[in-house]
């Protein structure tokens, strides 16, 4: 979902000139000029980036949004196989956006949230590390405490699914335990979850569990 700016921000010259190459590359071209993106700017303001978010936006909706293997719908009648996945921009996109949730402030306007969601049931686990990476990023504390983040549909049950799958049914007990990204993470299609996750059909086997994923501000 694109985001709705209230009210024109005006940016450093610096970050025009990041912004304007950005949002002037091609779709299909956003890994070569994301490679390497880092934060070499001063005190950031999500407001200042809107046109780029609002381009990886476009990038998901372009290329995975309507997949079914993220709409977890494989298998079902007449539905096809789809195209092989775009890792590379995935990956590039879901870095450079935790780059900029981490160094800019007002990062509670995001809203590819419900994107986010639809990639933890992407079929490569780098992409379903990296999307929640970009979920601990996102909702970790920042000093706008009293700003409560409202869960796209899905998260919720989807997550419940992962967590499920990892380390085991008797070892997992709580959402806490989720890996995050950068962890040995092995998709396991065409598996049913218990209880109220039978429609998922898939589950994540993960090892070596690094910082927690916390659904909630602290």
Not at 37 to 46: A, C, M, S
Not at 151 to 158: D, K, V, Y
């Amino acid at each position: 979902m694109k985001i709705k700016q209230k009210k024109a921000v005006e940016a450093p010259a610096q970050v025009k000139h990041a912004v304007q190459q950005i949002t002037s590359t091609p779709l299909a071209e956003l890994a070569s000029v994301l490679r390497g993106f880092k934060w070499t700017f001063d005190k950031g303001d999500i407001n200042h980036w809107v046109s780029v978010l609002d381009h990886f936006d476009s990038f998901f909706e372009e290329f995975t949004s309507k997949r079914a293997d993220v709409q977890l719908r494989l298998g079902e009648a007449g539905v096809e196989a789809d195209s092989p996945f775009p890792t590379t921009g995935c990956l590039a996109v879901l870095s450079a956006t935790c780059v900029l949730l981490e160094n800019c402030s007002n990062k509670t306007a995001y809203s590819s949230s419900e994107h986010l969601t639809n990639l933890l049931a992407a079929p490569v686990p780098e992409v379903v590390a990296a999307a929640l990476q970009t979920f601990q990023v996102l909702l970790r504390k920042t000093h706008h405490t009293s700003v409560r983040w409202v869960a796209p549909p899905g998260l919720s049950q989807r997550l419940l699914c992962l967590s499920k799958g990892w380390g085991g049914k008797e070892e997992v007990r709580t959402l806490d335990l989720l890996p995050a990204a950068g962890q040995a993470c092995q998709i396991l299609q065409n598996q049913t979850c218990a209880d109220n996750c039978s429609t998922s059909k898939w589950r994540i086997a993960a090892a070596a569990a690094a910082a927690p994923l916390s659904l909630q501000r602290a």
